[in-house]
């Protein structure tokens, strides 16, 4: 008789496995305990890590004609905000933290259901409790098995890095300015060198065959440095404004 092989397994399958405090941590919003630490938030910080560590290692040994560059756009599509709320959705999130909020929530539990900040901080910390309770060799494919097609999509349809920088700037009030800073060689090959400002202040800076490329290079290592810095705005606002504060 052949014996039927065991279904790979995704986030769905290890969130039923988690022990009930990791568990129960990592559907808890800030506002419903007395200390921050007892929240996703910590959760979400490493899970933040894993599943970077675990798309850029999917993604490495499969496309080796792509170059750092490519493959660091390819990943910071597939892991974006937005991509991790949308999975969040899939793993059926909104209904756990309306199980998990306290009575006293009242309707602004629905405030965070529909916020793409809490969805995707939730969706990572997910992921580092299951970092936590599995171990990397565990967790890692079933990431990736969640994120498959979040990251069919960033391979299909790259984003303009341009754009995503500007609205996540447009948040803080400020824009973006970019300035080709060299150009070299001759010609027929020419190379530019392009740094994306904002107030005066170099983000990022990026370097391509023509000046649109070159930017959308600078746009995208700008957006790698503004994660933590839009992160620290985030939770000041969610201390002020309570469970109704917006995400990334």
Same mark, same amino acid.
């Not at 894993?50 to 490519?70: I, M, N, Q």
């Not at 800076?205 to 994660?227: I, V, Y």
């Given at each position: 008789?052949?014996?039927?092989?065991?279904?790979?397994?995704?986030?769905?399958?290890?969130?039923?496995?988690?022990?009930?405090? $990791?568990?129960?941590?990592?559907?808890?919003?800030?506002?419903? !305990?007395?200390?921050? *630490?007892?929240?996703?938030?910590?959760?979400?910080?490493? @899970?933040? !890590?894993?599943?970077?560590?675990?798309?850029?290692?999917?993604?490495?040994?499969?496309?080796?004609?792509?170059?750092?560059?490519? $493959?660091? #756009?390819?990943?910071?599509?597939?892991?974006? @905000?937005? *991509?991790?709320?949308?999975?969040?959705?899939?793993?059926?999130?909104?209904?756990?933290?309306?199980?998990?909020?306290?009575?006293?929530?009242? +309707? *602004?539990?629905?405030?965070?259901?529909?916020?793409?900040?809490?969805?995707?901080?939730?969706?990572?910390?997910?992921?580092?409790?299951?970092?936590?309770?599995?171990?990397?060799?565990?967790?890692?494919?079933?990431?990736?098995?969640?994120?498959? %097609?979040?990251?069919?999509?960033?391979?299909?349809?790259?984003?303009?890095? #341009?754009?995503?920088?500007?609205?996540? $700037?447009? +948040?803080?009030?400020?824009?973006?300015?970019?300035?080709?800073?060299?150009?070299? @060689?001759?010609?027929?090959?020419?190379?530019?060198?392009?740094?994306?400002?904002?107030?005066?202040?170099?983000?990022?800076?990026?370097?391509?065959?023509?000046?649109?490329?070159?930017?959308?290079?600078?746009?995208?290592?700008?957006? %790698?440095?503004?994660?933590?810095?839009?992160?620290?705005?985030?939770?000041?606002?969610?201390? %002020?404004?309570?469970?109704?504060?917006?995400?990334?």
């Amino acid at each position: 008789m052949l014996r039927r092989s065991k279904r790979p397994e995704g986030l769905p399958e290890l969130i039923e496995g988690l022990p009930e405090d $990791l568990r129960r941590q990592a559907f808890t919003h800030a506002s419903w !305990v007395d200390h921050r *630490s007892e929240s996703y938030e910590r959760l979400a910080f490493l @899970g933040d !890590v894993v599943l970077s560590l675990a798309v850029s290692d999917h993604l490495f040994p499969r496309f080796e004609r792509y170059g750092a560059g490519r $493959l660091t #756009k390819v990943r910071a599509q597939a892991v974006s @905000g937005p *991509s991790c709320a949308r999975v969040a959705r899939d793993l059926g999130v909104p209904d756990r933290l309306r199980e998990a909020a306290p009575r006293s929530t009242g +309707r *602004s539990v629905e405030m965070l259901v529909e916020s793409e900040r809490v969805l995707a901080s939730v969706c990572e910390a997910i992921i580092g409790a299951a970092y936590l309770h599995y171990g990397v060799e565990r967790t890692a494919p079933a990431v990736v098995r969640s994120f498959a %097609d979040e990251i069919d999509d960033a391979l299909e349809h790259p984003v303009d890095y #341009k754009s995503v920088l500007q609205e996540r $700037l447009a +948040r803080r009030a400020e824009v973006v300015a970019y300035r080709i800073e060299a150009e070299e @060689g001759p010609p027929h090959d020419r190379s530019f060198v392009a740094v994306a400002e904002v107030s005066g202040q170099e983000l990022g800076r990026g370097e391509g065959k023509t000046k649109k490329s070159a930017e959308q290079e600078a746009a995208l290592q700008a957006l %790698d440095a503004l994660p933590q810095d839009l992160r620290r705005d985030a939770e000041a606002s969610d201390q %002020d404004a309570g469970p109704e504060a917006p995400r990334r």
